[in-house]
């Protein structure tokens, strides 16, 4: 049994609550809330006891704590529970500021166990490319275009499609606004036609291998039946298309596969009837819906345990730094269209050194 607190109550909280509920025979938690509104409201929504006392949270024994605060302040909360000896895992980014992400930094030098719950590199059919590419079935990277995840999220991509980690890089980009259509939300479908704003950033990034890739998001994809995302990977011997790799075999012959979204071994334990319904269903799409989401936040939690007696880490504090500073990057690059941004050579020091 896997036990942990979860600080917060908002959206992104109850994504932590609907995984403890959903897999009770794995994991047990309980949300620590500001106010007791706050409390009865996610208990409502998720089924999770929550209380605003502290004492009877870490009465639970927890494995680790989650800190799943507005982003403004997770890393000043992770900071206070990991003084408390506590292993953390906080929700992206880890630091909205390079002195917050310092502060971050130096905790994990002194030991503090902190990993960011950076998941989309776990959706089962992202993670079966990436492998691919790292057993070289494509070939060596060289571009790489990603309009599917935003700022850290896609930090988090784009290293491992193009096998850049720990590589300094420069970007440079611009930010476009225009009308689109609503149609979709957290909160209910658009049917009346209403037209809202669709804020585009698109940047060029080089890395020091010689690599290049495009960053192309607006927010807009994530709840939309008009807008799509994709990946694009172009390697020496291959591509990967959203869920189509084409590649050269050992005698020269082109081949092609469509990925799949296999579930390791290692996280049976974690699949339901939702996920086994979405392996049947036919999408031709990369689609990456909130079930698979769940998931793949619940194998780092599953891991955690792991972690948190000592073995290896779901999800390293250096790349969920070289992440947060990707989109600090991006921000301060689309107020200067087309300037070049580059990495401080401190925050690239850690992230090389670590």
Not at 154 to 171: C, K, N, P, T
Request: net charge negative; proline share 5%; hydrophobic share 35%.
């Amino acid at each position: 049994m896997v036990s942990f607190v979860i600080v917060g109550s908002g959206y992104r909280s109850e994504y932590y609550g609907r995984i403890a509920a959903d897999y009770p025979e794995v994991f047990r938690a309980i949300f620590l809330c500001r106010s007791e509104e706050k409390a009865r409201l996610v208990t409502a929504h998720t089924g999770i006891p929550a209380t605003t006392d502290p004492g009877k949270a870490v009465a639970i024994d927890p494995d680790f704590v989650v800190v799943a605060v507005d982003r403004e302040h997770v890393a000043d909360v992770a900071e206070e529970w990991a003084g408390k000896g506590f292993p953390v895992v906080t929700e992206t980014p880890v630091g909205v500021s390079m002195e917050k992400l310092e502060r971050i930094m130096e905790l994990g030098r002194n030991g503090a166990r902190i990993v960011c719950c950076e998941q989309y590199h776990r959706h089962p059919i992202l993670e079966n490319g990436f492998a691919a590419v790292r057993e070289g079935l494509l070939g060596k990277p060289q571009t790489g275009y990603l309009s599917m995840v935003h700022d850290y999220h896609a930090a988090s991509i784009l290293r491992r499609m193009l096998l850049a980690d720990g590589e300094s890089y420069v970007l440079r980009g611009e930010r476009k606004e225009s009308p689109v259509t609503d149609t979709d939300s957290r909160y209910g479908a658009f049917y009346d036609g209403r037209v809202g704003k669709e804020v585009r950033d698109i940047i060029h990034i080089s890395y020091e291998s010689g690599k290049t890739a495009i960053y192309d998001f607006a927010s807009t994809q994530y709840r939309s039946y008009i807008r799509s995302r994709h990946l694009t990977l172009r390697c020496e011997k291959g591509e990967w298309n959203d869920r189509l790799q084409y590649y050269i075999d050992e005698k020269g012959n082109p081949r092609r596969i469509m990925l799949m979204p296999d579930i390791p071994e290692k996280y049976r334990v974690l699949d339901k009837q939702s996920l086994r319904d979405s392996r049947r269903a036919w999408q031709n799409e990369l689609v990456l819906d909130t079930i698979w989401d769940e998931y793949a936040i619940a194998t780092i939690l599953l891991d955690m345990k792991e972690y948190a007696e000592g073995g290896k880490s779901p999800y390293p504090l250096k790349e969920a730094i070289d992440d947060a500073v990707f989109w600090l990057m991006i921000q301060e690059a689309v107020k200067n269209p087309w300037q070049e941004k580059s990495v401080p050579k401190n925050i690239m020091a850690h992230i090389k050194n670590s």
